[in-house]
């Protein structure tokens, strides 16, 4: 029964894939049929490519793009190409989760477009670090900043935290840079940020992972401040609101 040759829509009832997908898998060549007849273009399967059918179904139930799935039945790293488009999934959960924010703001508070001001104001800051992915755990987890894509060039994405919100007066964006070969990155970078209340997020800053450089204190004519390390070396000063 293995060595039995099956159309191509007795294997898609097999397999789960639909006549269509088989088509164009065979297209990009991740899973091509064992007999292509050459004057009717009838493809033939072998019953064992079943198995690598209902894998693909799997990865494509995921949404795992083609090229992650072609790594993966090939016999790569499941675990790495998982772990990756698990942080994908994470970032795309958090720009909708941050869109049914807006939309309930807008609910309840009415739908508000900022007047442009006069003048110039800073928008966004790029920072070097060690590992994008995990700085902006360490961003999220200690000052409860959004990471989210920002800017979409063909089939690239480009994430950024972000404080405040879009069109607001507040809005500033935080670029993590982590490829050593960008001309944007430099050294460790210094800023400033003002929180509620200090001492907790001083706190909670040194728990996610940060380096206490300042411990919290009253300084004369500013503030009440402190200053942690973020895990890449970069320094971040706090001040109280």
């Not at 049929?33 to 493809?43: H, L, T």
């Not at 996610?208 to 300042?214: F, H, K, L, T």
Request: aromatic fraction near 8%; proline fraction near 5%.
């Amino acid at each position: 029964m293995t060595d039995e040759l099956m159309t191509i829509g007795r294997f898609a009832h097999l397999s789960g894939l639909t006549v269509h997908a088989l088509r164009h898998y065979d297209d990009v060549g991740l899973l091509t049929p064992d007999v292509v007849d050459p004057a009717s273009g009838y493809r033939r399967y072998r019953r064992e490519q079943v198995r690598r059918a209902r894998l693909i179904l799997a990865l494509r139930c995921l949404d795992l793009p083609i090229e992650e799935i072609r790594r993966v039945v090939d016999g790569g790293d499941a675990t790495e190409v998982l772990a990756n488009h698990r942080r994908r999934l994470v970032r795309q959960r958090d720009v909708l989760t941050a869109r049914l924010g807006d939309v309930d703001r807008y609910v309840e508070e009415g739908i508000t477009v900022s007047t442009p001001g006069t003048g110039v104001r800073p928008v966004q800051m790029k920072i070097a670090v060690d590992d994008a992915a995990k700085a902006a755990e360490f961003y999220q987890t200690a000052f409860d900043m959004r990471y989210e894509v920002t800017r979409r060039a063909g089939n690239d994405e480009y994430s950024s935290l972000i404080i405040g919100q879009p069109g607001t007066d507040g809005f500033f964006l935080i670029h993590l840079l982590d490829d050593r070969t960008d001309t944007d990155r430099l050294g460790p970078s210094t800023f400033g940020l003002l929180v509620p209340d200090l001492d907790a997020y001083h706190a909670r800053a040194v728990a996610a992972g940060g380096v206490e450089v300042v411990a919290p204190r009253d300084s004369v004519g500013m503030p009440r401040n402190s200053a942690v390390k973020d895990p890449s070396g970069n320094w971040v000063w706090l001040y109280q609101e």
